[in-house]
């Protein structure tokens, strides 16, 4: 029997390096170690997956024709409600899985048609934290599942690097204690609550860094006028993956200012290098981090942002609670566990009679 064929629409490519296409990404390396996997970013899209599968089998049967996929995982209920929508009138006798986003979860499925119709064709639908199973409809709620995102391992050689760098801020008071924020400038994410708590702390060795590309203007503009006001706040723009993972290993804190999150690869990422995380309370940030987590702040409250930033730089105590809760949750974000939940969701689908 030929291997199944699993075809992951994702609404961003790997150019935009954000939540979506890691998620995307990942997934098709999960996949890959049991299916023959395309990604691609719509369906139907058969020069671009061709180009985009890393298949041998598929690329070398570009100009053939192609038996349809076996099942269709789409990411964002808006921005892939037509390929959702092509593949169940195509094939309405095969499966689709659906991933949900934050900006799904808290914004699209409650105000969108599309978003609305993609959470009714999906036969699975998936969640990345425990509390966005409550913003579905209690109907579609028995076919959601929760499937915590994981954070992939540095090589040894820059995990290293990133320890010793971080050893050296912890272990010198001559040097800055630095909070990054993580994420591109967007207006989902709130830059401007981390930009005002510049002005706001007062721990003499705080130093905000924020890491992300602008895709607002306006909000480039803001942070481009907070580095020329704050010597304490700096924005580095957009750096790779590797680079961002080991300065993020060397910050004190990361902060996380979000209006909405559907399950923050960030938070993922920040709990798995053992760097506490001050999360703007929202329901996708306790979905990951947990009701009792002892660092949330009022969604766009730059002064209590900035009271945590000075709190977990000067009080030892708070840190080392907030390192504990953080390790606690880390068992969440396993690779393996993540990919044990996709490949069972997948397979019961496939085989289902």
């Known amino acids: 029997m030929s291997t199944a064929h699993i075809w992951i629409v994702s609404p ?9 296409w890691q998620s995307a990404s990942r997934w098709a390396q999960f996949l890959r170690t049991r299916y023959r996997v395309t990604l691609s970013l719509q369906w139907p899209d058969a020069d671009a997956a061709h180009v985009q599968a ?17 099942l269709l995982i789409a990411l964002h209920a808006r921005r892939s409600a037509a390929s959702l929508d092509a593949w169940t009138r195509a094939h309405p006798d095969r499966p689709s899985i659906l991933l949900l986003t934050g900006t799904d979860l808290y914004r699209d499925i409650h ?39 994981s954070a992939a391992t540095l090589p040894a050689d820059q995990s290293a690097t990133a320890t010793a760098t971080a050893a050296a801020t912890t272990n010198s008071p001559q040097r800055h204690q630095d909070i990054c924020m993580i994420g591109h400038l967007r207006e989902e994410k709130d830059p401007r609550t981390f930009m005002r708590a510049a002005a706001l702390v007062q721990a003499p060795a705080a130093r905000l860094v ?23 706040y ?58 009792d987590y002892a660092a949330y702040f009022p969604v766009g409250d730059a002064t209590a942002l900035a009271r945590l930033i ?39 689908l496939l085989h289902k009679t």
């Open 12 to 20: 961003a490519s790997a150019d935009a390096n954000n939540g979506n």
């Open 54 to 70: 890393g298949d041998p089998a598929l690329a070398s049967a570009l100009l053939s024709p192609l038996p349809p996929p076996d």
């Open 111 to 149: 105000t969108d048609a599309s978003a609305q119709r993609s959470l009714q064709q999906a036969n699975a639908l998936v969640v990345l934290q425990a509390a966005g199973v409550r913003e579905l409809p209690q109907p579609l709620q028995a076919k959601t599942r929760v499937i915590f995102q």
């Open 210 to 232: 924020h890491i992300g590309g602008a895709l607002e203007p306006a909000l480039a503009q803001a942070a481009q006028d907070t580095s020329a006001s704050h010597a304490n």
């Open 234 to 291: 700096r924005w580095l723009g957009a750096m790779s993956h590797p680079q961002t993972r080991q300065r993020l290993e060397s910050c004190r804190a990361m902060a996380l200012t979000s209006r909405m999150e559907g399950g923050a690869n960030v938070i993922i990422e920040a709990v798995c290098a053992g760097v506490p995380v001050l999360a703007s309370d929202i329901g996708g940030n306790r979905g990951m981090l947990g009701d």
């Open 310 to 348: 000075d709190r977990v730089i000067t009080d030892d105590s708070f840190y080392q609670q907030l390192l504990a809760q953080c390790r606690a949750r880390a068992p969440l974000f396993l690779p393996a566990t993540e990919q044990a939940a996709l490949l069972e969701l997948v397979d019961n």
